[in-house]
């Protein structure tokens, strides 16, 4: 059985400029959600995607965008980078109906 | 904003067991209790999760209270691999992976 995987592991930006962030999800998940971590803070859920819809979104702005693919992998997309979205990003999958999710590595981001 | 509220941080000394608390005072009747932990830097992995009954796994025992207004999750025999950041959360079964993580504990095992 695969795991969460993520890429980059790290990634140095500057603002206003896009990033894209990937993720595959655990084997037999079709779900996946995308979070972001601010240093010293707990995950903060940003959206996720189940059979390549959205299926709930958090307090983010449109410019979090993601995308989910035919086999459950996953993108993250942002415009306009600013300073407060250096942060780790963190992908997990899960089943819809299932009971818990499986995080990725996650992606450290730096916004210059 | 997190459904949840936990103690900053904790102490346990190696061989004990550690206690951590969580107050989840709104939770819903449909909204299960996850505790997960977090080495720094890296995603968090789940530990035990729970309804309403007293759950046990390898890894650890989750104690919730009668009106499941707050729970205890119990780490039998804390090692110094044990310390970790620990959150706790509550989200409906059918929606695990939307989650609100709070701040969650810091647990210092100490020799």
């Known amino acids: 059985e695969t795991g969460v995987t993520q890429s980059p592991t790290h990634l140095i930006k500057t603002r206003g400029q896009q990033v894209t962030l990937r993720c595959s999800s655990q084997?037999?998940?079709?779900?996946v959600s995308w979070y972001q971590q601010a240093l010293g803070q707990g995950p903060q859920f940003i959206f996720q995607y189940y059979r390549e819809e959205e299926n709930g979104r958090g307090n983010f702005p449109p410019r979090f965008s993601g995308l989910q693919f035919p086999n459950y992998s996953s993108e993250l997309n942002v415009n306009a980078l600013e300073l407060d979205d250096s942060a780790l990003y963190l992908c997990?999958?899960?089943?819809?109906?299932?009971?818990?999710?499986?995080f990725g590595p996650g992606t450290r981001l730096l916004v210059l | 904003d997190a459904k949840t509220t936990q103690p900053p941080s904790m102490d346990c000394a190696e061989g004990r067991a550690a206690n951590l608390p969580c107050n989840h005072s709104t939770i819903s009747g449909n909204e299960y209790v996850y505790w997960y932990r977090q080495i720094h830097s890296q995603g968090p992995q789940y530990i035990i999760h729970g309804l309403k009954n007293n759950e046990t796994n390898e890894m650890a025992s989750l104690i919730i209270t009668e009106d499941r207004k707050s729970s205890t999750l119990i780490l039998p025999h804390a090692t110094l691999r044990d310390t970790d950041v620990y959150y706790c959360?509550?989200?409906?079964?059918?929606?695990?992976?939307?989650?609100?993580f709070g701040d969650g504990t810091t647990l210092t095992v100490k020799p």
């Open positions: 084997s037999g998940h079709n779900t």
């Open positions: 959360i509550v989200s409906p079964l059918t929606n695990a992976g939307k989650s609100t």
């Open positions: 997990a999958s899960s089943l819809v109906q299932g009971e818990t999710q499986y």
